[in-house]
C-alpha cells in the first residue's frame, strides 16, 4: 500500500490560465473522489469515480471544472480559466469500495494559489 | 442542507489531560456520523464511525457516541499524548458517496 498520491504538491498559477492536477489512487481502489479545502474549512465534495465512470458531481463544479479518470486508474481534475477563488487545497481519496462500508485514503493534496 | 459543526480551536492541552472535541450535525434522516484525522504532514485518515444512533465508534483510546436526541457526536479521549497532534475533522454521510465534512479543530498537546 503505497497511498494515495497527488501531483504536483504546489502549484502557483495566473488568473486565466489553465491548470491540471494527478492523483494516483491506491491501486486495488476502484473508487476515488475529488474534495477542495480552503484555509480554515474542511474538505468539500467536488466528485466521485466509480472505476472509469464519474457518478457525481457538486454543483461547486462549475463548467470551467473537469475531471477524468481514463481506465479507471489515475485521475485527472482540469481548472479552465481559473479564477482567484479557485486557490485551495485539491484533495483526492479512494476506497475499495463505498463511503458506507471503507475509510476513505486521502491524498496530501495538491494547493493551487491563483495570483 | 446537511452540516456539521465542530467546537473552535485551537485546542491546547497538556500531556495526559482530559480531551473533549464538540460536534453537532444538521441533517434530516439518519446519517453515518465519522470522525478524520489529519498528522502532520499526512493526509485524512479515518479515526472511528458510528452508523446509527446510540453506537459507539473508538478507536486508539478515542471514542465518540452518536447522539440522535442532541444530533452530537463528541470526541473523547481519557489521556491525550504529544502524538495525539493533529486537526480532527467532523463528519456525516447519507448517501451519493460524499462525505459532509465540519471546519476541523486543530489539537496541540504540549509534554
Known amino acids: 500500500d503505497t497511498g494515495v498520491s497527488q501531483d504536483p504538491r504546489h502549484k502557483i498559477t495566473k488568473r486565466g490560465q489553465n491548470v491540471t492536477f494527478r492523483c494516483d489512487p491506491i491501486s486495488e481502489h476502484n473508487r476515488l473522489y475529488w474534495y477542495r479545502q480552503t484555509l480554515g474549512q474542511g474538505p468539500e465534495f467536488l466528485t466521485y469515480f466509480q472505476n472509469e465512470a464519474q457518478l457525481e458531481k457538486s454543483r461547486l463544479l ?19 480559466r481559473t479564477e482567484q477563488g479557485d486557490s485551495a487545497m485539491y484533495l483526492c481519496a479512494s476506497s475499495p469500495s463505498g463511503v458506507w462500508d471503507s475509510p476513505l485514503h486521502f491524498g496530501n493534496g495538491t494547493r493551487l494559489t491563483v495570483t | 442542507g446537511d452540516s456539521v459543526t465542530q467546537m473552535e480551536g485551537p485546542v491546547t492541552l497538556s500531556e495526559e489531560a482530559f480531551l473533549t472535541i464538540n460536534c453537532t450535525y444538521t441533517a434530516t434522516g439518519y446519517p453515518s456520523l465519522f470522525w478524520y484525522v489529519q498528522y502532520p504532514g499526512e493526509g485524512l485518515q479515518l479515526l472511528l464511525k458510528a452508523t446509527k444512533a446510540d453506537d459507539k465508534g473508538s478507536n486508539k483510546g478515542f471514542e465518540a457516541t452518536y447522539r440522535k436526541e442532541t444530533t452530537s457526536f463528541h470526541l473523547e479521549k481519557g489521556s491525550v499524548q504529544v502524538s495525539d497532534s493533529a ?19 486543530r489539537l496541540t498537546i504540549n509534554p
Open chain 2, 87 to 105: 486537526v480532527y475533522f467532523c463528519a456525516l454521510y447519507k448517501g451519493a458517496q460524499k462525505l459532509v465534512f465540519g471546519q476541523g479543530t
Open chain 1, 62 to 80: 462549475s463548467d470551467r471544472f473537469s475531471a477524468e479518470r481514463p481506465k479507471g486508474s489515475f485521475s485527472t481534475l482540469e481548472i479552465q
